[in-house]
């Protein structure tokens, strides 16, 4: 039972160049989650899905796009990078919405240059 | 929407009780969270409190929470160096996929 995993863990990218990170769980959850975590910022919210199908905008989702692959997978894609988008990225999973318990990732490490 | 305030830094010496505070806007979050995080880790939860609660305890952490001032805390008695982390306090509301975050409180252990 692995929880939920990323990858890469790291990555460096050009301006204007594209990527995608993965998201996995095996926890069977309903919900997934993309933060973003930035220094002196706390964790933003990027984009969610509440169930497979279906996904809806965080509070950042600015230069971001999600797929809901299937139940187990969720992905986050940059079109065109930018220096703007230099963060620690987390994806998280929780089964319940009422006591919303959200298990997290390992983050992927991301550099726009 | 919700705004959770945290303070940034706290320093205790080992052995010591760590009581780390956290004040959120929105009365109506039900659920109140705390999440650990180690350096180059992944969020980790520690605990939760159901806002009709007003303690929880778990081990040596023990989570107060004052609803009338919307103030929530968690104290770790006999704090270890292996407690040094970022804390971070969380609220959800009633029925929300969302969590609001602090912005952490990096507590460091001095032996």
């Known amino acids: 039972n692995a929880g939920v995993t990323q990858t890469p863990k790291f990555q460096v990218l050009k301006t204007g160049q594209s990527m995608t990170l993965q998201c996995a769980q095996d926890m069977n959850h309903n919900s997934m989650y993309w933060y973003r975590q930035d220094p002196g910022m706390g964790l933003r919210l990027i984009y969610y899905?509440?169930?497979?199908?279906?996904?809806d905008k965080g509070e950042v989702p600015n230069g971001y796009n999600v797929s809901r692959l299937n139940k187990r997978e969720f992905s986050l894609r940059l079109e065109s990078a930018a220096p703007s988008q230099t963060s620690v990225y987390f994806c998280?999973?929780?089964?319940?919405?009422?006591?919303?318990?959200?298990?997290f990732g390992p983050g992927t490490r991301l550099t726009v240059l | 929407g919700e705004d959770v305030e945290q303070s940034l830094f706290l320093s205790v010496r080992e052995g010591d009780s760590s009581v780390i505070n956290c004040t959120y806007t929105d009365s109506s979050s039900t659920y109140l969270y705390w999440y650990k995080q180690e350096p180059g880790a992944g969020l980790q939860l520690l605990t939760y409190i159901f806002s009709n609660m007003d303690m929880k305890q778990d081990q040596r952490l023990t989570v107060l929470l004052n609803k009338k001032d919307k103030h929530l805390s968690l104290r770790i008695a006999d704090t270890q160096t292996g407690d040094s982390a970022i804390y971070f306090c969380?609220?959800?509301?009633?029925?929300?996929?969302?969590?609001?975050f602090g912005k952490g409180t990096k507590l460091s252990v001095i032996p």
């Open positions: 969380a609220a959800s509301g009633a029925g929300s996929y969302q969590l609001t």
């Open positions: 998280a999973s929780s089964s319940d919405r009422g006591k919303n318990e959200q298990f």
């Open positions: 899905s509440a169930s497979e199908g279906t996904t």
